[in-house]
């Protein structure tokens, strides 16, 4: 009848963080680091100004590490490929150092210390432009291997911070909680709320050792990916792969920025969640954004199913009654899922 969803029997199964609300650091971040950012002459973003995009070396695949036929993409992860000139990222860690953001955005919790996030594009419109501008999201759906949006307004720019190896990696995610080796791991092993995330580099890596991307293998092995330099970004379909992010030796800091994204073809397969993301969200904000995307998917769903019914019966031929339960039974679990993420 409708449209051709991809549907799996069973979606990774995750676990989040342990709090239930949103938690401010009680660790201040060094007022150097604030002072420095805040000194850079703020400006608009400009694609031929601050845009050095250039391919991955390396993409590796589903098949490659093993978990081939699993998720919905073929590919995996990329290599760190270059994004962001050194001046977007200034500008970049200009608007997420302002006075604003640091009184109103920055979260902990039981997996990360700092981290900034949920600022949204009032506060910081130079990151928002970035991550929405065609340029960057035809690069990171190239990687992919299929067309990406940001998930939400919320997963734009999540902002992961370690000073002096004193907090941990940490996106949006979810975890089993077993690590790779005590002294090498910077976060445990887990899976991503959303299906890909781009993990961009707002550092300085020089002299720095270390902090790549464990992948768990199909077989129980490891693959190791390079971490990112500064500008450059790894994308990775994190939703389907066990992943752990290694501890970075040397350096003053480690700032990362993740954006999370999902399909832009809402008759993909979508098993997004809000585990990882609830704990460390503005409750009202992150409902609110993520209803209003399950409503926007499920009707474009709906409208491809109905212009799929017309179709039929103009062409003549009988109602389908099986197709026609598949597919409002896949509309009927995605609208369930939806409402059981709004605890």
């Known amino acids: 009848m409708g449209a051709e969803v991809l549907q799996p029997a069973f979606p990774p199964a995750v676990v989040g963080p342990k709090l239930k609300e949103p938690t401010r650091p009680t660790n201040r971040l060094p007022q150097t680091l604030i002072d420095e950012a805040r000194r850079v002459e703020r400006t608009h973003f400009d694609p031929n100004k601050h845009l050095a995009i250039a391919d991955p070396e390396k993409i590796y695949t589903m098949q490659e590490i093993g978990l081939g036929g699993?998720?919905?993409?073929?590919?995996?992860a990329s290599s760190p490929f270059a994004i962001f000139t050194p001046e977007a990222v200034a500008q970049m860690r200009a608007e997420i150092f302002s006075e604003p953001v640091l009184q109103s955005c920055q979260y902990a919790s039981d997996f990360a210390k700092n981290m900034i996030r949920g600022y949204g594009?009032?506060?910081?419109?130079?990151?928002?432009?970035?991550?929405?501008?065609?340029?960057?999201?035809?690069?990171?759906?190239?990687v992919a291997g299929l067309e990406l949006v940001p998930a939400i307004e919320f997963e734009v720019g999540h902002i992961n911070i370690s000073i002096n190896e004193t907090t941990t990696e940490l996106s949006t995610v979810e975890t089993n909680a077993t690590y790779l080796e005590e002294d090498q791991s910077a976060f445990a092993w887990h899976r991503d709320s959303y299906a890909f995330v781009c993990v961009t580099m707002l550092s300085d890596c020089v002299g720095m050792v270390g902090g790549?991307?464990?992948?768990?293998?199909?077989?129980?092995?490891?693959?190791?990916?390079?971490?990112?330099?500064?500008?450059?970004g790894v994308v990775m379909?994190?939703?389907?792969?066990?992943?752990?992010?290694?501890?970075?030796?040397?350096?003053?800091?480690?700032?990362?920025?993740?954006?999370?994204?999902?399909?832009?073809?809402?008759?993909?397969?979508?098993?997004?969640?809000?585990?990882?993301?609830?704990?460390?969200?503005?409750?009202s904000s992150l409902y609110y954004q993520w209803s209003q995307y399950r409503l926007?998917?499920?009707?474009?769903?709906?409208?491809?199913?109905?212009?799929?019914?017309?179709?039929?019966?103009?062409?003549?031929?009988?109602?389908?009654?099986?197709?026609a339960k598949e597919f409002l039974n896949l509309q009927k679990q995605f609208l369930e899922a939806t409402i059981l993420e709004l605890e």
């Open 121 to 142: 594009p009032r506060l910081c419109p130079f990151i928002f432009d970035a991550w929405n501008c065609d340029r960057v999201l035809e690069a990171v759906s190239k």
């Open 296 to 323: 926007e998917v499920l009707e474009e769903r709906l409208r491809d199913g109905s212009k799929r019914l017309r179709h039929r019966d103009r062409s003549g031929k009988p109602f389908d009654v099986a197709a």
């Open 70 to 76: 699993q998720g919905i993409s073929p590919v995996a």
């Open 212 to 232: 790549e991307t464990a992948m768990r293998t199909g077989t129980g092995g490891i693959m190791k990916v390079r971490g990112p330099a500064m500008g450059t």
């Open 237 to 283: 379909q994190g939703r389907y792969i066990e992943h752990q992010a290694m501890k970075a030796k040397g350096g003053r800091e480690r700032i990362s920025m993740v954006t999370s994204f999902r399909p832009k073809s809402p008759l993909l397969r979508d098993e997004t969640v809000l585990t990882g993301a609830r704990p460390i969200s503005t409750r």
